[in-house]
C-alpha cells in the first residue's frame, strides 16, 4: 500500500485549492489596485467599492485587501503601481485583436505581447487601428491553454463561454458582441 497515504492525498488537494485560491486573489488583488488609483473613498469610488465587496465573497482576508489598496494608490515603498493598458493588434489572417492587460511594467509587457503575437502571425498595431471595431458588451471565462476556441456554427460566443466549467484553470475574456 505504499503511497497510497491518506495525509498524501489531502495534501495534494490543498496544495490544488490553495493555488487556485491564490490564482483568484491575485486578479482580484489587481482589480482593487486599479480601482483604488481613482482614490480610497468607497462612496465616491464605486468600482473600488465593487471590487472589494467581490474580493469579500471571496475570502480574501482584510490584510491583504487593505495592501491592494494601498498599492493601487502608490504608498507601498519598492512597488510599482499598477495600471491598465489597452493594445491593439491584427492576428493571423486580419483578425483584429483588442487586448486589456493589467502591468506593473509597460516596457516588458509590451515585448512580451509583441513577441507572442509575432509567433502566432501576428502584429501590434498603432493607437486607433482596431479600437474603432469594438465596444466593451461582455465579460467572461474561458479554459486556459486550449488549442482553439470557437462556437459551433449556431452558437454565439456568450454560449460557449457559459458552458464552460468554473473550477478549470481559466482566463477572462471580454467579449464584442457587436456585429461590425
Do not use: C
Amino acid at each position: 500500500m505504499s503511497g497510497h497515504s491518506k495525509w498524501t492525498q489531502i495534501k495534494h488537494q490543498k496544495g490544488a485549492a490553495d493555488k487556485k485560491r491564490g490564482k483568484l486573489f491575485s486578479i482580484l488583488s489587481k482589480r482593487i489596485s486599479i480601482a483604488a488609483r481613482k482614490g480610497s473613498d468607497l462612496t465616491a469610488n464605486p468600482p473600488l467599492k465593487l471590487a472589494i465587496d467581490k474580493a469579500k465573497t471571496a475570502n480574501m482576508p482584510g490584510d491583504t485587501i487593505e495592501r491592494a489598496i494601498k498599492r493601487g494608490a502608490g504608498l507601498l515603498p519598492g512597488q510599482g503601481q499598477i495600471e491598465e493598458m489597452i493594445f491593439e493588434a491584427y492576428g493571423p489572417g486580419g483578425l483584429q485583436i483588442l487586448i486589456v492587460a493589467s502591468t506593473d511594467n509597460h516596457n516588458r509587457t509590451t515585448a512580451t505581447l509583441r513577441h507572442l503575437l509575432t509567433q502566432a502571425g501576428g502584429s501590434l498595431s498603432g493607437h486607433g487601428s482596431v479600437m474603432w471595431n469594438f465596444e466593451r458588451a461582455g465579460e467572461g471565462f474561458t479554459a486556459k491553454n486550449t488549442q482553439e476556441i470557437s462556437p459551433s456554427e449556431g452558437e454565439s460566443l456568450t454560449g460557449l463561454l457559459e458552458n464552460l466549467d468554473a473550477d478549470d484553470d481559466v482566463e477572462e475574456v471580454y467579449t464584442n458582441l457587436k456585429s461590425a
